[in-house]
């Protein structure tokens, strides 16, 4: 079993930034590849970026691109995502997910997620 567990999240002003942390724990976990999605209300979850376990592979949506960047620590079982010039439409609940497929955009290849961080961007 893998549990993940974010944190991060809270109100920002158009413009700034915050870093998401996704910590994991459990079985084998630093062989795991991380993904990042997000949902805002009223609207489907999206992937947002991804990461590879030794951390030397990434995937981002269009829309992130540029702005922003996952990392990952596997000494302190954490994977991060840097979000700068962050716009009101990136509002959403972020969540960490965690699958062993190979960096994948769909949620649906991801075995494990968290709870999830709310992330308010005000305008």
């Known amino acids: 079993q893998v549990q993940l567990v974010e944190s991060g999240g809270g109100l920002v002003q158009a413009g700034g930034s915050l870093r998401l942390s996704c910590t994991f724990s459990?079985?084998?976990?630093?062989?795991?590849?991380i993904g990042w999605f997000r949902q805002a209300p009223g609207k489907e979850r999206e992937f947002v970026a991804a990461?590879?376990?030794?951390?030397?592979?990434?995937d981002y949506a269009d829309s992130m691109k540029g702005r922003f960047t996952i990392s990952r620590d596997n000494i302190k079982n954490t994977v991060y995502l840097q979000m700068s010039s962050l716009k009101p439409e990136d509002t959403a609940v972020y969540y960490c997910?965690?699958?062993?497929?190979?960096?994948?955009?769909?949620?649906?290849?991801?075995?494990?997620w968290g709870q999830g961080t709310q992330v308010t961007v005000s305008s």
């Open positions: 997910a965690a699958g062993s497929v190979g960096i994948r955009r769909s949620g649906a290849e991801y075995n494990y």
């Open positions: 990461i590879d376990w030794s951390g030397s592979n990434t």
């Open positions: 459990g079985r084998a976990v630093n062989w795991l590849n």
